[in-house]
């Protein structure tokens, strides 16, 4: 891995797209996140009580985790994503439901710089820090934009954000952390998965390799092994305030992790809800 930046916008977007090109890796790698679920089908049916039924539409979907629970609750979804085996995954999920849910939900491929949206949600959702995917400054208030357009006047935002401590962030770039053994969930293939990071002070942008190399059934090595990028901006609350504030959102509420506690400096994730200023 590069030790020193600068990175460029290329890596940059590499990081947004890598690690999204295998789904049953990624629906294997977060099958037991589930916390941020719970509160994301409780915020809606909050809203829907409190302000009236309207459409939710799910940001960066990814393989359904989110969208497919939201329909089961009864919503009208539609879910938006780049990446197309996450969306064909999202799409084998929503095949499944019964006729009537699976007739109130849509799955679109697009950008989320570039949404565009009538009639408009009650509820957009952006879950599983695939804000932070949008790395420049620039990219951020083109999607807010987007957003705020596309919602309700009393329409909620909700999306969570990693935050890293600074301990963790200064990690040594050269060394291989977290490592981990499993079976690939389709290709059976034995992987040894290790990562490390760097970060890009200029850019606020978390450089992350997740390596996995493939190993016979007594460890020995067994193919090439294969690197995957991902890209994360890094988002103070004084950097979400600023660009809320920009986008002309208010901000409703801001916990720190699902639970509902308040956002203090030892929160990992940081969760906000906004709305139309
Ligand atoms: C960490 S995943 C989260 C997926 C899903 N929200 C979940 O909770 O499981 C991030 C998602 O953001 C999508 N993504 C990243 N950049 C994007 C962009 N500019 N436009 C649309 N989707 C994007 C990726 O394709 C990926 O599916």
């Known amino acids: 891995m590069k030790s020193r930046a600068p990175f460029t916008p290329a890596d940059e977007d590499t990081g947004a797209r890598e690690s999204f090109e295998d789904g049953a890796l990624y629906d294997f790698e977060y099958r037991r996140r589930r916390s941020d679920l719970n509160f994301y089908r409780q915020l809606a049916r909050d809203r829907m009580e409190r302000a ?64 565009a949206f009538r009639p408009r949600f009650a509820l957009a959702v952006c879950a599983f820090h695939s804000i932070q995917h949008l790395v420049a400054t620039d990219d951020l208030l083109q999607f807010l934009a987007r957003v705020r357009e596309s919602l309700l006047p009393d329409g909620w935002f909700a999306f969570d954000i990693l935050a890293l401590d600074a301990e963790w962030m200064a990690r040594d770039p050269e060394r291989r952390w977290a490592r981990t053994i499993f079976r690939h969930p389709t290709t059976n293939e034995r992987l040894i998965y290790t990562t490390n990071h760097i970060y890009d002070p200029v850019r606020q942008a978390l450089h992350m390799r997740v390596y996995y190399q493939p190993v016979d059934d007594k460890g020995n090595v067994a193919g090439p092994e294969r690197i995957v990028r991902l890209c994360h901006r890094q988002l103070s609350p004084d950097d979400v305030a600023t660009l809320l504030d920009k986008s002309g959102f208010r901000l409703l509420n801001a916990f720190g992790g699902f639970h509902g506690a308040p956002l203090d400096d030892l929160s990992d994730e940081h969760v906000y809800v906004a709305c139309p200023r």
């Open 52 to 115: 009236g039924h309207g459409p939710v539409v799910d940001l960066a979907c990814g393989t359904g985790r989110m969208f497919v629970p939201l329909l089961r609750d009864g919503h009208d979804v539609v879910g938006v994503d780049r990446a197309v085996p996450m969306l064909e995954r999202a799409a084998r999920r929503l095949s499944r439901l019964p006729s009537a849910r699976r007739a109130r939900g849509a799955l679109i491929r697009g950008d989320l710089r570039a949404i």
